[in-house]
């Protein structure tokens, strides 16, 4: 894997690159980096995997333009890859950055993976609130103490009972190490949306593969489902849960993203 960065404006960006094989690039969740997705990608020598750490986040800087958004992002993406065209994906919000790109892209983009998404078509869905509730937190008070409110708050009861994985991860944004960076982050990205429209979705006709999976209320099945509907070209993969059996997660969401980039070879 090489590692390189990437400046845009005054943000530095680090840029993974597997350097051989079918290109794909492959994005992380919010608060996510590199790692998340070689922990859920069927990494090998087939596939030319490029990830970016977006900005704030994993090892990439934050730059001074704000907001923070998801065609920000995306277009981040798109200034790392060489590629003439390239398979697309990402999971929760590299989900929205690939459906972004899949639809301003057409020329490029050959497939779109779209892994636990957290939006449709609106900005700021109502699952994303714990992230709004976690910046205005960060913004008020110190960490610690903020994480004790968080914890206390009934969103924190909610996801104990119904998706106790969200809870772990949200805990971890508590514990970075800029949290007025974070909060920034954390509200303006919840409070984005991808920018692409149900008739722009609906254009889409590359092979698409969608993962979903129940215990989520970050990234609701429903959600996956919708997409799935939308898209003309799209399959549907209903993965065991992470909250259920992580390892057993890992291992079919590897297997389905292997199967669907297998079938794009042949």
């Known amino acids: ?123 700021a869905p109502a699952n994303m609130r714990p992230f709004v509730e976690i910046a205005a937190l960060l913004r008020e008070y110190p960490p610690s103490a903020a994480r004790e409110r968080f914890a206390a708050s009934p969103t924190a009861r909610m996801l104990t009972a119904e998706a106790p994985d969200n809870l772990a991860s949200l805990l971890k944004f508590f514990d970075r190490a800029d949290p007025a960076i974070t909060a920034d982050l954390l509200a303006d990205i919840a409070s984005d949306g991808p920018g692409v429209t149900v008739l722009e979705a609906a254009a889409i006709s590359v092979p698409t593969l969608v993962i979903g999976h129940a215990q989520d209320h970050v990234h609701p099945l429903t959600c996956a489902r919708r997409l799935a509907e939308i898209l003309p070209n799209a399959h549907l993969a209903a993965i065991t849960p992470k909250a259920a059996d992580k390892p057993r997660h890992v291992a079919e969401f590897r297997r389905a993203v292997d199967g669907f980039l297998l079938q794009l070879s042949r």
């Open 1 to 123: 894997m090489r590692i390189s960065e990437l400046e845009r404006d005054d943000a530095v960006l680090r840029v993974f690159d597997s350097a051989v094989g079918m290109p794909v690039l492959f994005q992380h969740g919010l608060g996510g980096d590199a790692a998340q997705v070689a922990e859920n990608f069927p990494d090998g020598p087939a596939y030319r995997r490029l990830t970016v750490d977006c900005r704030a986040q994993g090892g990439s800087t934050a730059g001074s333009v704000r907001p923070f958004s998801i065609g920000m992002f995306a277009d981040d993406v798109l200034a790392a890859c060489d590629a003439a065209r390239f398979v697309v994906g990402g999971i929760s919000t590299g989900a929205a950055i690939a459906l972004r790109l899949a639809a301003t892209q057409p020329d490029r983009v050959t497939a779109l993976i779209l892994a636990r998404p957290a939006w449709l078509f609106d900005p």
